[in-house]
């Protein structure tokens, strides 16, 4: 993942997914890796991004959750921490049938989350 900071998105990421920072200091990059407190799982890397952030990313992040009172619960946590909810043009007509929601971190970068339950 690119951040221009990436002390701040490693915060923001490690909260999220209660993850630990590993830093590189070494790395000219700012390169970083959150990993799960047990050390087992997927790891998530950073760095310090060259380009800047897309309006539409091709690839991001959908964190899902079951119902709507947890989507509504993990967007107040994620905002909380210092997300926003992004202005997004993509939204169907009628709100109600929209089954994400939209949000940027710390950094611009846009994710979701996502009621499976939802329809």
């Known amino acids: 993942m690119g951040a221009d900071d990436v002390e701040r998105a490693a915060a923001f990421w490690a909260a999220v997914f209660d993850y630990e920072i590993v830093r590189f200091d070494e790395a000219e990059n700012d390169f970083t890796i959150l990993v799960p407190h047990d050390r087992v799982g997927t790891r998530i890397a ?9 309006e539409h990313p091709r690839v991001h992040i959908d964190l899902v959750v079951d119902t709507a009172a947890e989507q509504q619960a993990e967007t107040d946590r994620l905002v909380a ?6 202005d997004w043009d993509s939204y169907p007509a009628d709100p109600s049938h929209a089954d ?4 940027a971190d710390t950094e611009g970068n846009r994710f979701c989350i996502v009621d499976a339950g939802h329809g």
Do not use: H
């Not at 921490?81 to 992004?86: E, H, K």
């Open 100 to 103: 994400f929601v939209v949000l």
């Open 81 to 86: 921490l210092g997300a926003t909810v992004a």
């Open 46 to 54: 950073l760095q310090r991004a060259e380009s800047p952030v897309q």
